[in-house]
């Protein structure tokens, strides 16, 4: 990876970013992204893990946005669907009660169908330039232009619900569909496809890698200070531990993904809860004895540390904690041969 063409863009994000200031980030890393940011599961994953883990090193709600544009497009890759160059994707696929789109039956006469309903947690809502968005009522992930002429008109996006100050400015607003026009060739894949497809394992340790990004930022900050006590240097020196022993665990469950891409032994998901795990443990460690070593002052007075702090702190909420644990014991339990040996 080459680091010092990666520092230039990220060096102009200041340091409170703006949604403007993000989009024109991004914008400017696709060429590079291109250039040097390999797929998932073709040999270098680790080496796509490190550039989102150096993303977010330097700003999550960037890191976040980024790893949005690396899954859609890395589906897209999958489904044999080429991404249009230098526009800034997004993956929306949460669900829930809040989730009510739902897409109507184009016509005989091949009318194109219609997205209807609002989509919650959709990161980038009015930064992106296009969004694959899944549709649980008719099981189809589609593809879809924001910015298209006309498009706007059946958008709307409500930004009240996110109340939260972390992430504000990636704009992660419900967006409601009023009718819009989508036609075949927009669908990405058959229907249930989007959670069917070997790859959708390829992507759950994304999210880590930027959690890994993030609670490095933390410890650079300490890294750079003059420590006072004892007590200050032996929590450096576990959180430098905790990165280490993070950093080898996305780098051993890379190694798993190039081996088994298709994942035809089924142990891809389980090896990713398992590094998940151990990444959002590590994560509340640091964030723990960050404050421990230097009180409540970075906190209080540091802008990039108090927002570095909230944004980790509500971004390794991603990891489903017990219900992952479970999922994952489950299958220790009907694999009992996983991970029972030394790690290779």
């Known amino acids: 990876m080459d680091h010092n063409a990666l520092k230039k863009p990220l060096s102009g994000l200041p340091e409170a970013p703006s949604a403007d200031d993000y989009r ?44 949005g ?12 669907h080429p991404a249009v160059s230098n526009k800034l994707y997004a993956i929306w ?90 036609k075949e060739d927009n669908c990405i894949g058959d229907h249930k496809w989007y959670f069917d497809r ?24 300490v890294r750079k200070r003059s420590l006072q ?21 996305l780098k051993w469950a890379a190694a798993q993904i190039d081996a088994d891409p298709d994942n035809t032994s089924g142990n891809l998901f389980p090896t990713a809860l398992l590094a998940r795990h151990h990444i959002e443990r590590a994560c509340t460690d640091i964030l723990d004895r960050f404050g421990r070593t230097l009180g409540p002052r970075p906190f209080a007075f540091e802008t990039g540390n108090a927002r570095r702090i909230a944004e980790l702190t509500l971004y390794i909420r991603q990891c489903h904690a017990e219900r992952d644990l479970e999922e994952l014991g489950s299958y220790l339990e009907a694999h009992p041969e996983f991970c029972s040996g030394t790690l290779q």
């Open 24 to 67: 024109s980030v991004a914008l400017e890393l696709l060429p590079y992204i291109q250039a040097n940011v390999p797929p998932m599961g073709e040999g270098q994953s680790f080496s796509r893990l490190g550039f989102l883990n150096e993303v977010a090193r330097c700003d999550l709600g960037l890191a976040r946005l980024i790893e």
């Open 69 to 80: 544009h690396l899954d859609a497009t890395q589906i897209l890759r999958e489904a044999g």
């Open 93 to 182: 696929a949460s669900g829930g009660p809040s989730d009510t789109t739902d897409l109507t039956e184009g016509g005989t006469g091949g009318e194109p169908a219609e997205l209807t309903g609002s989509k919650p947690f959709c990161s980038g809502s009015d930064i992106v330039d296009r969004a694959l968005i899944y549709v649980y009522p008719a099981e189809q992930l589609v593809d879809v232009n924001m910015r298209a002429a006309g498009a706007r008109d059946y958008l709307r996006f409500e930004a009240g619900q996110w109340v939260a100050p972390a992430f504000a400015q990636t704009h992660t607003w419900t967006v409601s569909f009023g009718g819009l026009s989508v």
């Open 198 to 221: 070997p790859g959708f394992c390829l992507g759950a340790l994304a999210p880590a890698a930027c959690w890994v990004g993030g609670a490095m930022g933390l410890v650079d900050s």
């Open 229 to 249: 006590n004892g007590h200050a240097r032996a929590h450096l020196g576990a959180m430098v531990s905790s990165v280490c022993s993070m950093n080898a665990l």
